[in-house]
């Protein structure tokens, strides 16, 4: 059975830290792509950071560039993001998601690139 299971989300002030943690099961985990996506109230879910299987390729969204950061763990099967300068606009439910790639360096960026998805875990930051 395939989980991930997110935590590190909560309640921050304006230009605080926060650092999301996602371990992953029933996967080969080297073998997946990582990401981390957003949601907002009333908005669409969209991509914040992605990581390759073998962790030499990230990419990160323009909104969150120079404060997030993607990295992963193969030994623990875990990814995290940490996220610094937060702004009230980073308000959302961040989720975890695998994708199933064949290129070691791929890092998709698209929500139907993947496979597997966390239950998300709310980061709230106030003013």
């Known amino acids: 059975q395939v989980q991930l299971v997110e935590s590190g989300g909560g309640l921050v002030q304006a230009g605080g830290s926060l650092r999301l943690s996602c371990t992953v099961s029933g996967l080969i985990f080297k073998m997946q792509a990582m990401g981390w996506f957003r949601q907002a109230p009333g908005k669409e879910r969209e991509f914040a950071a992605s990581i390759s299987g073998s962790g030499d390729t990230t990419y990160s969204a323009a909104s969150v560039k120079g404060r997030f950061t993607i990295s992963r763990d193969n030994a623990k099967n875990t990814v995290t993001l940490q996220m610094n300068s937060l702004k009230p606009e980073d308000t959302a439910v961040y989720y975890c998601?695998?994708?199933?790639?064949?290129?070691?360096?791929?890092?998709?960026?698209?929500?139907?690139?993947?496979?597997?998805w966390g239950q998300g875990t709310q980061v709230t930051v106030s003013s």
């Open positions: 998601a695998a994708a199933s790639v064949t290129r070691s360096s791929f890092a998709p960026m698209r929500r139907n690139q993947y496979d597997y």
